[in-house]
């Protein structure tokens, strides 16, 4: 393998792809092989350090990693579809926080996505305001012990590890009493049940922790510190969420594709529609298509001038700006359909999502029920739009009464 570090350019990171490809080609081996050569590689996010799947380069530069492996190989892996959380999110606190040995035993796995994580923040009586969270670790010699419920846990129903927010002092004012642990989801007192979503999917779950035992190394960051870790956590999931539009790709791309199939042109789109009604619906899909391309490149802009760690509010602003762009597209995708838009065919199951045979026309009714939630997951777009204000324009912040007083005299509704 020839060396890493910020020397390497644009050529010298193709050689390494392709030195890659020669240890251990996608269409050749299974995933798990190609996934952890790809890690071994450097090439896993070529922004981590050397040593933890990177090379130490700009977060920009891995789109030439996936550009040189689709050139040469018929199978690809898509990151972020394979283990969201844990590469998105779990992965960049992990680097950050965790002591050595979790590092080397965690990151790899992460990647190949033999470990799905979860986050654990959310809870029935703090969603926006995560910090006033009522989960208890208490301490119990060297372990920790948890009770509580938390809500709205995508993929815990797979997830072998979670990023667990927990109150350890209710004493303290409610950011200072938090810490952060790694949670086993395997361990005795960790019951998951599925919640259903507008789609019919469940996509995500409620967490009731009872009397669950975790190891006292397995706190990230310094007991009592936990929201720092969390600010980690959850700045690297808008920039994983906002980060979804690349250009020629996303929702935007299945839109046309559906205008080009489906739309009036087609016959069965034509369909009791004027030349006027078609000319608009034209213009609208043109103006998303736009609007699309340059959330596409304001987010390469961004990770180009990246570095691993704690990203800024850049961030959110994409975050706020795709979760509001894909309910657009997704509202228009209906229009294109016309009137069929009405009739869900695939009925109505209850169902965990996997990623099933699903038509164009399927899609775009089911994309639309399912990006209503883009602007609440990974915080909604009314908070987005207040560390826009605050972080970017430099506005007065909300005012926050709460901030100095201990977290138990807080007065709180039933959960
Ligand atoms: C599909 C999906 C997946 C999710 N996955 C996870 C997960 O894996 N793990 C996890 O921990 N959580 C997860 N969540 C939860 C998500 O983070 C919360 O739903 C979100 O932070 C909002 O919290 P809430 O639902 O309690 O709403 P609330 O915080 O109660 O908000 C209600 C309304 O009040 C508004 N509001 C609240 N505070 C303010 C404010 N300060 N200024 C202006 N308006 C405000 C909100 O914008 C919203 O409109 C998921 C949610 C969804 C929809």
């Given amino acids: 393998m020839s060396g890493g570090g910020e020397a390497i350019g644009e050529e010298a990171l193709r050689a390494r792809v392709r030195e890659l490809l020669a240890a251990a080609h996608p269409d050749e081996v299974d995933r798990v092989t190609f996934r952890r050569a790809q890690y071994d590689h450097g090439l ?19 789109a030439i990693v996936d550009d040189e492996i689709a050139r040469h190989a018929r199978t690809t892996y898509a990151d972020l579809v394979l283990n969201p959380i844990g590469i998105g999110m779990g992965a960049p606190t992990v680097l950050a926080y965790a002591p050595e040995a979790y590092k080397q035993a965690l990151l790899p796995r992460i990647f190949t996505a033999e470990d799905v994580w979860c986050q654990l923040f959310s809870e029935p009586g ?101 929201w720092r870790v969390a600010i980690t956590t959850l700045m690297n999931e808008r920039v994983a969420i906002g980060g979804y539009s690349r250009p020629g790709q996303g929702m935007a791309e299945k839109l046309l594709r559906l205008w080009r199939e489906e739309g009036p042109s087609s016959p069965r ?13 034209r213009d609208e899909v043109v103006r998303v298509h736009v ?44 229009s ?21 045979e699903r038509s164009l026309r399927e899609f775009a009714k089911h994309d639309f029920l399912r990006s209503r939630a883009n602007s609440i997951e990974g915080g909604t777009s009314e908070v987005m739009r207040n560390i826009l204000g605050e972080r970017m324009l430099g506005l007065p912040g909300e005012p926050r009464a709460d901030k100095d007083v201990p977290w138990k005299e807080i007065p709180r509704g039933r959960a």
């Fill in 44 to 62: 896993a996010w070529v922004h981590f350090p050397e040593g933890y799947g990177g090379l130490g380069l700009s977060p920009g530069l891995q």
């Fill in 336 to 356: 294109v359909i016309g009137s069929d838009a009405l009739v869900y065919e695939t009925g109505y199951p209850l169902e965990r999502v996997e990623a099933g």
């Fill in 269 to 281: 789109g034509a369909q009791g529609r004027s030349a006027a009604e078609i000319a608009v619906l």
């Fill in 126 to 226: 703090a969603g926006s305001d995560v910090a006033g969270l009522a989960t208890r670790a208490v301490r119990d010699g060297d372990d920790w012990i948890v009770n509580g419920q938390k809500v709205w846990a995508s993929l815990a129903h797979r997830a072998s590890w979670a990023m667990l927010l927990a109150r350890t002092d209710p004493d303290k004012p409610k950011h200072d009493g938090l810490s952060y642990f790694l949670l086993d989801m395997r361990s005795p007192g960790v019951e998951v049940r599925p919640l259903y979503q507008i789609t019919g999917d469940a996509e995500f779950n409620e967490v009731f922790l009872n009397d669950v035992r975790i190891p006292g190394d397995r706190i990230l960051g310094k007991e009592g510190a936990g």
């Fill in 291 to 334: 609007e699309s391309e340059l959330l596409g490149i304001t987010n390469q802009r961004t990770k180009d001038a990246m570095r691993a760690g704690t990203p800024g509010p850049e961030g959110s602003v994409a975050k706020l700006v795709q979760a509001e762009l894909n309910k657009e597209i997704t509202e228009l995708a209906l």
